[in-house]
């Protein structure tokens, strides 16, 4: 029900964009998100768009250089990531059907972003 893709070995400072697809009948009834997992530590929120793409909540870690993105056109979430930093480095799930910043509903397989220095 959600495919991940797009990650990959980015230098400091680098974008990539991740991008999730998802079937048209989540996408149409449910928030969807990203949430990242690091080697060795507990899962982190890192954004989230509501079901119509009106309202966009991100992790302050990453506020002002990561941008959540809804295509309707193409049943898709995208993660653009800017500016990435070590501490990006991650599993980075896919995430639908929000009930709290780390509770979600619906996951999708991980894609591994690592960036080195």
């Known amino acids: 029900q959600l495919q991940a893709s797009g990650g990959g070995l980015v230098q400091a400072g680098g974008s990539l964009r991740l991008s999730c697809a998802i079937s048209?009948?989540?996408?149409?009834?449910?928030?969807m998100g990203w949430v990242r997992q690091a080697p060795g530590k507990e899962r982190e929120f890192v954004a989230s768009?509501?079901?119509?793409?009106?309202?966009?909540d991100y992790a302050n870690s990453v506020m002002g250089r990561f941008t959540i993105s809804r295509d309707s056109a193409k049943n898709a979430v995208y993660l653009q990531m800017n500016s990435l930093k070590l501490e990006d480095t991650a599993i980075y799930y896919c995430?639908?059907?929000?009930?709290?910043?780390?509770?979600?509903?619906?996951w999708g397989q991980g894609t591994q972003v690592t960036v080195s220095s």
């Open positions: 995430v639908a059907q929000r009930t709290t910043r780390i509770d979600w509903g619906y």
């Open positions: 048209k009948r989540f996408f149409s009834r449910y928030s």
């Open positions: 768009s509501s079901w119509n793409g009106g309202t966009a």
